[in-house]
């Protein structure tokens, strides 16, 4: 199976920026739609981002469109998410998940997962 890890997380000021890492290894990142989640205390796990495998189309929640990026980088096995414009809502555990058919907002859907990382956006 695919293992995915993420970094690149931390705190951060209101309005910060953070650029979260999800590399990959077993298999090849080429093949396999890639998602962001978060999950904050007390709320269920929310789709962040997604891009597909075989066009790299990005999706985003709403809460997102426009501050936040989902890039991939096939060689380095690698997807990013690049997060601007950060809010205390944006406060979570965010994973990277790994599909191998298509992106989706149903986190059941996703086989494969990342540890987790913590943000925190607060002054």
């Known amino acids: 199976q695919l293992q995915l890890v993420e970094s690149g997380g931390g705190l951060v000021q209101p309005g910060g920026s953070l650029r979260l890492s999800c590399v990959t290894s077993?298999?090849?990142?080429?093949?396999?739609?890639i998602g962001w989640f978060r999950q904050a205390p007390g709320k269920e796990r929310e789709g962040v981002s997604c891009?597909?495998?075989?066009?790299?189309?990005?999706n985003y929640a709403d809460s997102v469109k426009g501050r936040f990026t989902i890039s991939r980088d096939n060689a380095k096995n690698t997807v990013y998410l690049q997060m601007n414009d950060l809010t205390p809502e944006d406060t979570a555990v965010y994973y990277c998940?790994?599909?191998?058919?298509?992106?989706?907002?149903?986190?059941?859907?996703?086989?494969?997962w990342g540890q987790g990382i913590q943000v925190t956006v607060a002054s």
């Open positions: 077993g298999l090849s990142l080429e093949y396999y739609a």
């Open positions: 891009i597909e495998y075989y066009d790299n189309i990005a």
């Open positions: 998940a790994a599909d191998g058919a298509r992106c989706s907002w149903k986190a059941e859907l996703f086989g494969s």
